[in-house]
DNA sequence: TATATTTGAAACCAATTGGTTGCAAATATA
DNA sequence: TATATTTGCAACCAATTGGTTTCAAATATA
């Protein structure tokens, strides 16, 4: 089975769930109270989230609290920045063609 | 069918595709040439990232030149940005209390 | 013009996915 | 202790996925 982080974040529901318990820890049940689908289906996608630690569990009691793992989304964050530095490289090209077409304005 | 740019990098051979054609703009085929499925399978996989605007395609004879379209990639840049915000205000907390305990120990 | 090359599209298939229902385990409460 | 609550897990199901084979269209080349 295949489980990485872009497989995780594929799933709307997935990111939403991310983008809810980022501020703030929360229960299965609290976070399925959020969505239209059962609380079993919710319960799927934190086994999901957790099997490629996006998530970590802490018991509190009869109560589990899941928490964004915010350092593995650097993994994202990281695979990104190989295109940044080409949309950062066009940026800067664009910048000098504006600042050569002013050269050329003052001449 | 449900077609956005974070179902379309949850495949590896995609992203794999992406970062091939991010410098420069290839063929099918010799794309193909760089993975072990069919010509067909990354057709396929060529149909999805279009479908998303992930890439673009220029005909040029019966050639056809797929590129990277990185404007598109800011959309998952943009998504990172809340969570970006949150490890960056941890990092500044951290900071603040690296320079909390160095007065005290000045002190 | 006949043939080869490049490509997309359709039909099909096995595996995976997201979802459901039902159940058992653990903890809290009466 | 008996009951209620919170939860994970297994079994099952329809839809989707990534892949294959086959075919047709368009363009280049002999």
Redesign the pocket.
């Known amino acids: 089975?295949?489980?990485d982080v872009f497989?995780a974040i594929?799933?709307p529901?997935?990111r939403a769930i991310m983008a809810l318990i980022a501020m703030q820890a929360m229960?299965?049940?609290?976070i399925a109270e959020h969505f239209d689908?059962?609380?079993?289906?919710v319960?799927?996608?934190?086994?999901?989230l957790t099997e490629c630690e996006l998530i970590t569990?802490e018991q509190?009691?009869?109560?589990?609290?899941?928490q964004l793992e915010i350092e593995k989304m650097k993994e994202i964050d990281k695979w990104l920045e190989q295109f940044r530095a080409i949309w950062e490289k066009r940026f800067s090209q664009l910048d000098q063609l504006i600042a050569t077409i002013k050269k050329q304005k003052k001449a």
Do not use: F, V
């Open positions: 089975m295949r489980r497989q594929a799933d529901t997935r229960t299965p049940n609290a689908t059962t609380r079993q289906a319960s799927k996608h934190l086994r999901i569990q509190q009691g009869r109560e589990i609290y899941y």
